[in-house]
Each structure stands twice: as structure tokens, then as C-alpha cells.
């Protein structure tokens, strides 16, 4: 168990929708990343916060963003859900910026 | 930019045998990080290790062992005596280790390890 807690663990909806993607950072983390897995991508950095703000940003699509909130936890907003957006999604955390960063155990999008 | 290869797509060896998974890196940093995760069937990205640039000693975990050269740029991961439950999908990724700059990890596209009976 790493320590981060991502829900739900699967999703399953239509395209056009909006869904919200959760993060648990393992407690003293102040950084959380999150990450998309396709098929055809691999495993592709998108956005990460630190203490509330965002630090950096990767190929996030203008359809989806994402917070983090004073507790530290994060979510990740995905909408006008397509096809192609379905995915595994993680969410990792470290103490600080360059550390280790350990994984929750994911989020399975499938867009239908 | 940063860039990790990881050219072997899969491979299938007959357990106890050892097998080395290789790892490439590209950076203009002349600080970073690099990494190795697992990621089983179950889908869960598991840490395996972190190695600073800095420290070019190879190291030993149990059954598993990493060798850093940085004059090839490569962080290459050997398992010994492999096992059934080896069997997974390894990511080799890199990140800066510059004050400052953003630390996200850039993964290879991983190699599929097959351990039979």
C-alpha cells in the first residue's frame, strides 16, 4: 500500500460527460502529480499542484483541469468525456518536488 | 527535452533464470533522478527504487539489482533468480533535480516481463 488513495477505482460513462477523478496524497506529501496510461500514449504526465498551487503542466487537454485543496487532497476534472479519453489514471505524490513518487493504485476510465 | 528508451518490448524467460532490463536516458540536466516502477497485472504502479545522478553506485535489493553508468547514460535493472511473481510491466522514468523546476517523471514505454514455469 503506498499510502495514496485514489476514487473511484473504476468509472464508466458516456461521452459528453463530466466526471471528477479523487486524490488522497499520502500524509506530509505537499506534491501530487497525476498521470494518464493509454495504449497508445503510455504513461503521460498531465498536471501537478504543490501546497495548493500548480507547479507544472503537461499535455492536459483544455478539457480537463485540476485542483488541490488546503487538506492537500486533488481532483482532477475531466468534461466533454470522448472516446479516446478512456484510461488509467494515477495520481502520485512526494514530499517535495524530485522525490519518490508513489502512486495510487489508479483510476479506469472507459468513455462508452 | 527528456527522453527514456526502453527497447525491449517484452520478454519471456523460464523462472530462476536472470534477466536484465535495459533503460536509456536522454537529458541536458546535469542533475536528475532516475527511476524504476513495476506495475503488475493488478494495474498499480509499485516504486521499486530512486537513483540521484550523483551517486553512480550500483545497488543490490534482495534479488534485485540496478547499474547506473552515467557515461552511457544508461540505468539498466537485473533480476536475479527470476520468479513467476516477477511477472509485470517495468517502467524505467527520469525527472529533474533542479531546484526550482518542475519534477514530473518521464517514463519509458516499460517492458513486459513473462517469468514461466
Known amino acids: 500500500d503506498s499510502g495514496v488513495t485514489q476514487t473511484p477505482k473504476h468509472l464508466i460513462t458516456a461521452t459528453g460527460q463530466r466526471v471528477t477523478l479523487r486524490c488522497s496524497p499520502r500524509s506530509g506529501d505537499l506534491s501530487v502529480y497525476w498521470y494518464q496510461q493509454s495504449l497508445d500514449q503510455g504513461l503521460q504526465f498531465l498536471i501537478q499542484?504543490?501546497?495548493?498551487?500548480?507547479?507544472a503542466k503537461g499535455n492536459i487537454l483544455e478539457r480537463f483541469s485540476a485542483q488541490q485543496f488546503p487538506d492537500l487532497h486533488s481532483e482532477l476534472n475531466l468534461s466533454s468525456l470522448e472516446l479516446g479519453d478512456s484510461a488509467l489514471y494515477f495520481c502520485a505524490s512526494s514530499v517535495v518536488g524530485g522525490g519518490e513518487a508513489f502512486f495510487g493504485q489508479g483510476t479506469r476510465l472507459t468513455v462508452v | 527535452a527528456q527522453k527514456v528508451t526502453q527497447a525491449q518490448t517484452e520478454i519471456s524467460v523460464v523462472e530462476k533464470e536472470d534477466v536484465t532490463l535495459d533503460c536509456v536516458y536522454e537529458?541536458?540536466?546535469?542533475?536528475?533522478?532516475l527511476f524504476w516502477y513495476k506495475q503488475p497485472p493488478s494495474g498499480e504502479l509499485v516504486f521499486l527504487i530512486r537513483?540521484?545522478?550523483?551517486?553512480?553506485q550500483n545497488e543490490i535489493s534482495g534479488r534485485y539489482s540496478w547499474n547506473f553508468q552515467k557515461s552511457t547514460s544508461s540505468f539498466n535493472f537485473t533480476i536475479t533468480a527470476s520468479q513467476v511473481v516477477d511477472s509485470a510491466v517495468y517502467f524505467c522514468a527520469l525527472s529533474h533535480n533542479t531546484p526550482g523546476t518542475a519534477s514530473k517523471l518521464t517514463f519509458g514505454t516499460g517492458t513486459r516481463l513473462q517469468v514461466t514455469l
Open positions: 537513483r540521484n545522478s550523483f551517486d553512480e
Open positions: 499542484y504543490y501546497n495548493g498551487e500548480e507547479r
Open positions: 537529458t541536458r540536466d546535469t542533475t536528475y533522478y
